[in-house]
C-alpha cells in the first residue's frame, strides 16, 4: 500500500514539474507583455513548486521510512535518490530561486535589455541554467523511481 501511495506522489510532483516547465512558464513568456512580468509569473510559480517538492519529498522519505524494508535490494537506492531530490529542490529554493530573485529586483525590466556580456546578465542567465538542471533532475529522478517501484512492485 505505501508504495502505491509512493508511486502517486512521485507522480504528482512529476506532473507538476513537467506542466510548469513544459507549458506555465513558455506560456507566460508567450501572452504576457513583458519579460519581466512573465518572468515574475514564473518565479512565483515555480516558489510553489519548490514548497511542494520539499513537502512531497519528505513525505516520501517518511513513507519509506516507514515501510522499513531496509533489506530490500532498491531501498538504499531510493532513499538516496529521494535526499538528492529534497537537496536538489532546496538548492534551487533557498540558493539559486533567492539570487536569482535579487537580481530581478535589482535590475527589473532593465535586466532583459542588458547585453549578454554583461555581469548581471552572465550570472542570471547560468543561475537559471541551473534552475532548469535542478528541476530536469527532479523530473528525471522521479520518472526512474517510479519505474522502479512498478517494476518491483510486480516482483514482490
Known sequence: MLTRIRIA??????????????FVAPAAFAVLPSTHLAGQVVSRTLGGLEIFGMIVGVTLLVLLLIERSPRRRTFAFEFIVI???????????????ARLHEIRLNFGEALGQLPVTDPARVSFDLLHRISVGLTGFDLLAALVLITLLVRTGRAE
Not at 9 to 22: E, N, R
Request: hydrophobic share 75%.
Open 9 to 22: 506522489l512521485l507522480g504528482l510532483w512529476a506532473g507538476a514539474m513537467a506542466f510548469f516547465s513544459f
Open 83 to 97: 535526499v538528492l531530490m529534497i537537496a536538489a529542490t532546496a538548492l534551487s529554493r533557498f540558493v539559486v530561486s
